[in-house]
């Protein structure tokens, strides 16, 4: 999906900023509400997924699974609609800062006490989700935004909950498989069993892990050597 919406307004009131996170059905982007000049950030549904109704009802599913939790951990959903032109979005409160992935990319591992903030920012969010029977699916480091509190300090914002994950299990593209199979948990991969609160906490692991070495606890040459290695080997030791 270009950046066909960037400058653009939707429903009148929303205008649409920069990218700067992507997903299977779409990207995200920095805007403004118009009327109460106040930032917020919006994911819009690529306009080639809009025009299938399942998965826009799947994607309206995400923005009401989304708003169920408040917290402070927790880009929380303020509004979910489609515009004349048919554009389909979901609108958040204001994201601040960068992505996970982005930041690793581009410093590489963290010191102990950098990560264990983060990890246990995230923990704190995805308690408070699982608790109102929440699971986010697709826990990984795109998911995950890093930004600065009044106070300097930095804060964890995790995003995309409920969304729609590709199904690892019918994906035959062996030698490119999706990079988010590294975060998921063996069941997920499967396709035999519906993730739950365990397949939030593993990828929780996955990502704490990458904070600390650098790099993801397992990797292979290709899909059915990632899924072999996360079922059947144990992680080197950080060290």
């Not at 009131?13 to 299977?24: H, P, T």
């Not at 004349?84 to 601040?96: D, F, H, L, P, S």
């Not at 246990?120 to 969010?125: D, E, N």
């Not at 948990?185 to 996955?206: C, H, K, N």
Request: hydrophobic share 35%; net charge negative.
């Amino acid at each position: 999906m270009s950046d066909q919406f960037t400058g653009k307004v939707l429903a009148g009131k929303y205008q649409v900023g920069d990218c700067f996170s992507e997903s299977d059905l779409g990207k995200i982007y920095h805007g403004t509400h118009l009327l109460m000049e106040k930032p917020v950030t919006i994911k819009i549904l690529s306009p080639a997924l809009a025009v299938d109704a399942n998965i826009v009802r799947q994607f309206s599913g995400e923005a009401k699974t989304a708003s169920r939790v408040i917290h402070p951990n927790i880009l929380n959903v303020t509004d979910f609609n489609a515009d004349q032109n048919g554009t389909v979005y979901i609108v958040m409160e204001a994201a601040e800062g960068d992505t996970l992935k982005n930041i690793l990319q581009r410093e590489g591992a963290f010191s102990p006490e950098r990560a264990f903030s983060a990890a246990r920012q995230t923990a704190a969010a995805l308690s408070a989700a699982h608790a109102a029977g929440i699971i986010h699916k697709s826990l990984n480091p795109n998911n995950i935004l890093l930004g600065r509190d009044l106070r300097n300090r930095e804060t964890v914002k995790i995003m995309n909950f409920g969304a729609l994950t590709p199904d690892y299990a019918q994906n035959d593209d062996e030698e490119n498989f999706h990079p988010n199979l590294k975060y998921t948990a063996p069941e997920q991969d499967s396709g035999i069993s519906e993730p739950d609160e365990r397949s939030d906490i593993y990828s929780l692991g996955v990502i704490f892990y990458e904070t600390l070495a650098g790099e993801t606890p397992f990797n292979g040459v290709n899909q059915t050597d990632l899924m072999f290695k996360k079922s059947e080997e144990l992680p080197a030791p950080l060290s």
